[in-house]
């Protein structure tokens, strides 16, 4: 049977390798600064298990209490790391006080030989105290895009109800878990359960980083860069998920805007110039409808997803739009000039499906062009192709 000495110079080896294969792989993704935090848990676990496991290469008590501190740091780091990966600042004081503070306890009351027990009770309490922390971190992130997130989530999460459990067993227990002498299985079950979250740590972490380059690369793609609102690719996932039953405890329809007389823009007023209504448009209907609901899905054509108590409010808000739009002026001075926009509607909720959806509202478009352009017209998905379900009355006007 291995002796704790064996069983805790195996963990530290371990961290060792899982400190080198994070530095590997950090330098293999061209060593960006936001990613560095993610080796750190691992390179501060390494001092830490060569001073709980051979605490005489310093002088007194000063080996495990030092050993002890750096272990603090790792959970820490941990945190910070969770942290970096959902695109916040690392908080540097916010690790270093609280372990600092445990480090001078255990130092100071933690060191009184007839209270053994306070050694390790706060430490545990900071152990929880940072798992949960990362454990919300990753609770930010989850997503359907980034599964990793969700599995951190409830690792840290199940280690952060492990540590807040055992901490009033901490007064009793054998060491490292509490003050009592130090017995096989006890080494054995701590070295165990720090190795399999930093495994597990080292696993979806990287994983995660993976997942989280795939996403910014696909919405790099599903975006267009002049209005900076989505693309048709991102358009087919939006009505993809309503498909699949999102946002179905609502009124859904989609609506095609096209800019009026855009061609007849262009050439007396130049592109740059048409470029600034492509945009505006986009700004406008992003107001409007929220920008992930948003698409450019032609030159001057837009696309968009409408959530409204009615199909009524459905075509309020599409005329708002349109008014809003008409009232604006592109450019500024002499070279200023206002356009118009028609709109076509169409309900999502019984249509067949999106597509059928989508060519009911381009079909009500048309019918808009047709009937003078600068307004929003609405048809029924099943209704004939000629017979617009509704159009707004000229004589009440939508209010700005």
Known sequence: MPDIMTIAACSTVLAAIMCIGMLLSWFKDGRPARLSWLFAPFGIGVPAGILLTWPDILPGPWGLRLGWYFLTLVYGAAWTAARVLGGRRPRLLEILLPCTAVFLF????????????????????????????????????????????????????????????????????????GPKETEVWSIALFNFLIVLEGALLSLFVTALNREQLAEQHYRLASIDPLTGIGNRRALEDRMQTLTDGYGRNKTVAVAVIDIDNFKAVNDQMGHAFGDLVITNAGRMAAKVFGADNVFRVGGEEFAAVIFASTEGECLTRAETMRTRFAGLRHGSGAESRACTLSIGLAGMDRAEDHDTAFRAADRALYMAKRLGRNQTIMVDAHCPPEQPASTPDRRDPVSL
């Not at 895009?145 to 280690?159: E, H, K, V």
């Open 106 to 177: 255990s130092c100071t009351l933690g060191a009184d030989a007839h209270m053994p027990q306070l050694r390790m009770f706060p430490r545990v309490l900071l152990f929880a105290a940072y798992n949960g922390l990362a454990a919300r971190e990753f609770s930010r992130m989850r997503r359907p895009q980034l599964p990793s997130a969700t599995t951190l989530y409830w690792i840290f999460a199940g280690f952060f109800l492990f540590d807040l459990a055992r901490s009033p067993l901490a007064l009793f227990l054998p060491a490292p878990f």
